[in-house]
C-alpha cells in the first residue's frame, strides 16, 4: 500500500484527472464506540467515501458547534483514547487503502509526544494529520515530526484568511489546506456564504495544493454546489448526527446511506 502523504495526492491526483470531487467524510472517533465507528467508515468507503476524517475526541473543542462536543464527550465517556484510535487504525489500514486523515486538537497530540505520534501514526497507516488549534507559527515540531514519518500536514484556512496567511499554511502544508466556508464553529447551515467561491479561487492562486472545503456542508444539494469549486467536499456534523440519531446497532448502515447520498450529490 501506498505510504503517508502518496495516498493522499495518488487519490487527489486520480479524482483530478477523472474531472471529479473528493468526498471526506468526518467520523468522530469512539461515538458511540470504536468498533461502531470502524464498521461506519468502511461501510462510508463503500459508499463512495474517497477520504476519511477521523476525529479525535477532546474535552475542550472550541471549534466545535453542539453536534460535536456532544459526540466528543460521549466517545470519552466510553474510554476512548488516542492510543485506541491509532489502533483502530491500524485495523482500518489492513481493509481498505483509503487516505485516513487524523483531526484533532493539539493538547492529546502534546502529551502523546509530537515524535511518537506521528511515528505511530505512520506506522498505524494514518496519511494525514490536522491539528486545529496549532497555527504555521507553533507549529514547527509537529511539521518535522510529521515529514520524518511519511505524513502529510493539513492546515486550515479560514474566511478571514488575508494573502500572508494563505501564504504561510502553503508553505508548511502538504497533501490539501481546508477551507473552512462559514466563521465560527462547525455545524450544519441552511446556506453557504455567497463569497466562498471567489475566496476559494483566491487560494488556489497563492497555493499550489488541492483545496477542501468544510464546516456547514450538509446536503446533497450542497455538497453538489461546493464541488463546483472544491477538490474535496468535507461534511462533518450532519453526518455525526445521523450516526447519533440511528444508534448503535444502526449507525453503520446510515452513515453508508448518507455518504452514498452525498456522492450522488456531488457527481449528479
Known amino acids: 500500500m501506498a505510504r ?9 491526483d486520480k479524482l483530478s484527472a477523472e474531472g ?22 468502511l461501510a462510508a468507503v463503500d459508499a463512495g467515501a474517497d477520504i476519511i476524517e477521523l476525529g479525535v475526541p477532546f474535552s475542550d473543542p472550541m471549534a466545535d458547534g453542539p453536534v460535536i462536543q456532544a459526540s466528543s464527550q ?43 505520534f506521528a511515528r505511530d501514526a505512520a506506522s498505524a497507516g494514518a496519511d494525514g494529520v490536522l491539528c486545529v488549534d496549532l497555527p504555521p507559527e507553533e507549529a514547527r515540531g509537529m511539521v518535522a515530526a510529521c515529514r520524518s514519518n511519511g505524513v502529510d500536514r493539513i492546515f486550515l484556512l479560514a474566511p478571514t484568511s488575508d494573502d500572508s496567511r494563505i501564504k504561510a499554511v502553503s508553505r508548511c502544508s502538504t497533501g490539501f489546506v481546508y477551507f473552512v466556508s462559514v466563521t465560527g464553529v462547525t455545524g450544519a447551515r ?7 467561491p471567489a475566496k476559494v479561487a483566491r487560494v488556489r492562486e497563492l497555493c499550489d495544493l488541492p483545496v477542501g472545503v468544510g464546516f456547514g456542508i450538509s446536503t446533497p444539494e450542497q455538497a453538489h454546489a461546493v464541488a463546483d469549486y472544491a477538490d474535496l467536499v468535507i461534511v462533518g456534523s450532519a453526518l455525526v448526527k445521523t450516526m447519533h440519531e440511528a444508534g448503535a446497532a444502526r449507525c453503520a448502515a446510515e452513515a ?11 457527481d449528479g
Open 4 to 12: 503517508g502523504k502518496k495516498r493522499i495526492k495518488r487519490c487527489l
Open 190 to 196: 441552511s446556506s453557504l456564504p455567497t463569497d466562498v
Open 20 to 41: 471529479r470531487t473528493a468526498l471526506v467524510p468526518f467520523f468522530s472517533v469512539g461515538d458511540p464506540g470504536i468498533d461502531e465507528t470502524h464498521d461506519a467508515v
Open 256 to 266: 453508508g446511506r448518507f455518504v452514498s447520498d452525498l456522492r450522488r450529490g456531488i
Open 74 to 116: 460521549r466517545a470519552l465517556e466510553a474510554g476512548t483514547s488516542l492510543h485506541g484510535i491509532l489502533e483502530m487504525v491500524a485495523s482500518l489500514r489492513a481493509k481498505t487503502d483509503v487516505p485516513l486523515v487524523l483531526f484533532g486538537y493539539y493538547n492529546p497530540f502534546f502529551h502523546y509526544g509530537e515524535e511518537a
